[in-house]
């Protein structure tokens, strides 16, 4: 074995770094990568050119490539095209359309980030819960975990896989085809459905069975499903002798959101802006508990009505309604407070509350500032609702969404995949060349533009791979890994190859769930190949094992999917442990179970 | 129906001047009843509540959260006070405890140090050395609390509306200057500053009530609407909601309860 060098030390006090900002997140993960490929060239660990080579890696395109493909698939509405037959097959019953919509998500999210496959499925999974009145806690968790799983169907499903051909390259080792993961992923992905279907009722949360969006006064559901409205009048004397009233402080002082209200002399306001003055003797119709509207009909002398009246016709169900918004990932809204983004006044629409983490906020919404997985419930009318849904950010399903079709631009989609596919197996094109191929066909075929496909690009994730690269480099030249890995055998002495890699996945796992998953396959596929090389395992085998089970995150809600299913879910941490846990548990016995059966360990 | 709070600086007649001008405006005069209220509501001894008003935390009680807790409750009793208005407060850091109310007079009380030293002198017949230090100690001790507590300097002017020195100007210059001041239009109490008060006296009641656990929350009421943030959510969440349901029953005004969890305190929180 060769001796510690200070070089080594330097790469390992390094990794020890990286880790430690993942850990205690002072910067974003993707800060960290970016310090890495900064701070090894100017250690001298790696080359300058070295630094940089991730960005044109082909893990670097490919993913640059899929993220592009999937917001082309996004763009093409497909998803909704998919719901109704998969709906048909499915039937009535709720396992089976858990097992359908799993298995969707999870073919979809091979092909696409496993994030933007969760993010494109939300508002398909809403609107099926409302049809189908099941609790969106029972659909949300096991469809994320199948988005999620379904990253490991094929080499282009999730970063690691993406990342590993290249963190194999410098053992010229030879490289894994787009579907040698295939065998393996659909077990996974079909054990982790089977979880969910036979053991549901023990691993999730029983939502009631009550009917899903019925609103129910003394009992507000989470996430604050306050559909109860109230026309009022104010008197004639309302303004006289006091000071101005205005719609806010309604809303401040009994928890009231006035969703209409008329403007004299007979102006009908739909989702009034919060500095609107309330007069005398008009009608405003307010959502919210009975006991808040009967309070503020005591104290500020306004007539209750006992039915909608003046506004029935423009509140109806077939005019107006309230969504469930969720706030997808990368959304522009994100970060900023409720009143900066002021939906009353650029959409025309009144958010009533927000539900994040367990907790219904109410009071004082105005000052929140919004997060990603924030559920925020909206009231307007259908076609002010349409416009804030193409506007992006925030993803919510309406009942127009099942006619929004636009078939040519989806058999475009479908072509380009498609060929992106052939390139890869028929012709065994490299796969950064080919998927880029794919996106390049769908920008001129016009699925999206050039500046649609630009601003889909999520720089985090570019970032975040392309700055650990280099690590993984250094690791390597040093002879870090080698050295690790060595000490560790010596440690532990011999090992049984399936002993050895439950031992990597169980690691990998632990690793991905404290760390990024793509930080843990750079730091860890140059260790474990060191590993098999010495303990004489194939080291394909043990760097497959990091790629697949950093992908083995479901136990906390760190992994993106289950933070953004968690607010809509209603879930709160405990349940991501108790179903986590079993599904993580079966993962790693289906995933060594498999790569033995078909590769023969 | 205003508020008055004289600040002021150890024997600078402070209390004289409040006594004179709660006299001429009919108010009432309010300083130590608030400590005694305070004690018998939230059963604390007095010289716990007077020591934890006067000397500046120590470093055990910055993990303690002791001080905290008796401001809080001193703040309590204040608040509820002064709900009804026509009060004059003179007491250490009125101007702070009662800080975000609309309505409220801040002025502040000095003498000049020989004065001061001939009072204490007189009164305690010591040393004019003596005095002097006894009353330069006094004065650093009730810089070091508004500072831990509020950050901020008492000598700063722009803390109060008003600021007189006992001087060159006598107690009833002082005093006919107040009592001018407190008719001005600016501190004449509105529909929207009454409920202020009613709201914080609602938020300081329930920051008493769970300070002692929970040292570190913020509260808010606005028209009966609570809201309490957290700074940590997970932590104190699940106690938290324990005790909510306690406050619900016993503080009245109370129209609806909301825990924010992990966010920015709003800077009227108490």
């Known amino acids: 074995m060769e001796p510690l060098t200070l070089d080594m030390i330097l790469v390992m006090s390094m990794i020890g770094l990286a880790i430690f900002l993942f850990i205690v997140e002072w910067v974003r993960v993707d800060v960290v990568a970016i310090l890495m490929m900064v701070a090894l060239p100017l250690l001298h660990l790696v080359t300058p050119k070295e630094a940089f080579v991730g960005l044109s890696s082909n893990a670097v395109v490919s993913i640059i490539a899929v993220i592009i493909i999937g917001a082309g698939l996004d763009r093409t509405g497909m998803i909704n095209k998919l719901v109704a037959p998969v709906l048909r097959i499915a039937g009535e019953s709720s396992s089976r359309i858990i097992i359908a919509i799993s298995l969707t998500v999870a073919i979809i999210s091979s092909f696409m980030q496993n994030i933007g496959a969760a993010a494109l499925f939300l508002p398909a999974i809403q609107r099926i819960s409302k049809m189908q009145k099941i609790p969106l806690s ?24 993406i990342l590993l051909n290249d963190l194999l390259a410098p053992f010229n080792l030879e490289p894994f085809g787009l579907f040698d993961v295939t065998p393996i992923g659909l077990a996974l992905v079909a054990s982790g459905i089977a979880c969910f279907v036979l053991l549901g009722r023990f691993i999730l949360p029983q939502g009631d069975d009550k009917e899903v969006g019925q609103a129910d006064p003394d009992q507000p559901e989470p996430g604050g499903d306050l559909t109860e409205f109230y026309e009022l009048k104010t008197p004639d004397d309302f303004i006289d002798y006091r000071d101005p009233v205005f719609v806010e402080d309604l809303r401040r002082r009994y928890l009231l959101n006035v969703v209409a209200i008329t403007e004299p002399p007979d102006y009908h306001v739909t989702s009034p802006q919060p500095d609107m003055e309330v007069r005398s003797g008009i009608e405003l119709v307010v959502c919210g508990q009975k006991k808040d509207v009967l309070r503020m009909v005591s104290v500020e002398g306004m007539h209750l009505k006992d039915d909608l009246e003046t506004y029935k016709e423009s509140l109806s169900a077939q005019t107006a309604g309230s969504v469930e918004a969720v706030v997808a990932p990368r959304s522009p809204f994100a970060g900023k407070s409720l009143k900066d983004i002021n939906f009353q006044d650029r959409f025309r ?6 539900y994040r983490q367990e907790e219904t906020y109410r009071a004082k919404i105005d000052d929140l500032v919004i997060q990603v997985g924030d559920v925020v419930n909206l009231h307007g009318t259908w076609k002010r609702l349409m416009a804030l849904q193409k506007e992006g950010g ?53 699925v999206l533009t050039i500046d649609e496909a630009y601003q889909s690009v999520d720089w985090r994730t570019i970032f975040l791979l392309a700055g650990l690269i280099p690590l993984g480099i250094a690791t390597q030249k040093t002879g870090a890994a080698a050295w690790i890995a060595h000490t560790i055998l010596n440690i532990v002495g011999d090992v049984s190859p399936i002993a050895l890699l439950t031992v990597i996945g169980i690691l990998s796992t632990l690793f991905t769930l404290v760390i990024s998953n793509v930080g843990a396959t750079v730091l860890l596929v140059p260790l474990v190949v060191n590993m098999a090389l010495a303990a004489h395992v194939d080291p394909r085998m043990a760097a497959l094992v990091v790629g697949l089970a950093t992908s083995n995150s479901f136990m906390l809600p760190t992994h993106q999917v289950n933070a953004l299913y968690m607010g809509p879910g209603h879930y709160r941490t405990v349940d991501f442990i108790k179903a986590g846990a079993l599904v993580s548990v079966v993962f790693l016995v289906v995933m060594i179970a498999m790569i033995s059966l078909v590769y023969g360990v | 129906m205003s508020i008055i709070t004289i600040s002021r600086g150890s024997y600078s007649m402070g209390k004289t001047v409040a006594e004179e001008v709660a006299k001429k405006l009919n108010y009432e005069v309010i300083s130590r009843e608030v400590l005694l209220d305070a004690c018998n509501r939230f059963n604390v001894p007095e010289i716990k509540l007077e020591s934890a008003i006067h000397d500046a935390p120590g470093i055990l009680e910055r993990y303690r959260h002791s001080k905290q807790s008796y401001i809080a409750y001193i703040r309590s009793a204040l608040v509820e006070r002064v709900v009804g208005g026509n009060v004059v407060y003179h007491g250490l850091a009125g101007h702070l405890l009662l800080k975000g109310l609309p309505n409220v007079l801040k002025v502040r009380i000095t003498a000049d140090l020989e004065r001061r030293i001939s009072i204490v002198v007189e009164r305690d017949k010591i040393s004019p050395v003596e005095a002097g230090k006894l009353i330069l100690e006094d004065d650093k001790q009730r810089r070091k609390w508004t500072h831990s507590l509020y950050g901020e300097d008492p000598r700063d002017t722009s803390l109060y509306d008003l600021s007189i020195c006992i001087d060159k100007l006598s107690i009833q210059d002082a005093v006919d200057f107040i009592c001018q001041a407190a008719g001005a239009k600016g501190v004449q109490p509105t529909e929207r500053s009454k409920q202020k008060v009613k709201d914080m006296a609602v938020a300081c009641r329930v920051k008493a009530d769970l300070v002692d656990e929970f040292p570190n929350i913020g509260v808010t009421s606005e028209y009966g609407n609570v809201l309490i943030y957290t700074k940590d959510k997970d932590t104190t969440a699940g106690k ?28 009227d929180a108490v």
């Open chain 1, 394 to 446: 925030l993803l919510f399903s309406l009942p127009t969404d099942l006619e929004e079709m636009r078939p040519e631009k989806a058999l475009w989609a479908g072509f380009w995949l498609t060929t992106a596919l052939v390139m890869i197996m028929g012709f065994k094109i490299q796969l950064s060349v080919s998927l880029m191929t794919g996106a390049l066909g769908m920008i001129l075929t016009q």
């Open chain 1, 349 to 354: 629409v009144t958010p009533l509350s927000v």
């Open chain 2, 240 to 267: 938290l909601s324990r005790q909510l349901n306690k406050i619900r029953e016993n503080i009245s005004g109370i129209n609806h309860l909301e825990t924010h969890g992990g966010i920015e305190f709003p800077s």
């Open chain 1, 138 to 161: 029972r659909l949300l968790m096991p469809i994320g975990f199948s988005a999620i799983l379904g990253g490991t169907i094929t080499l282009v499903g999730c970063s690691p896989l």
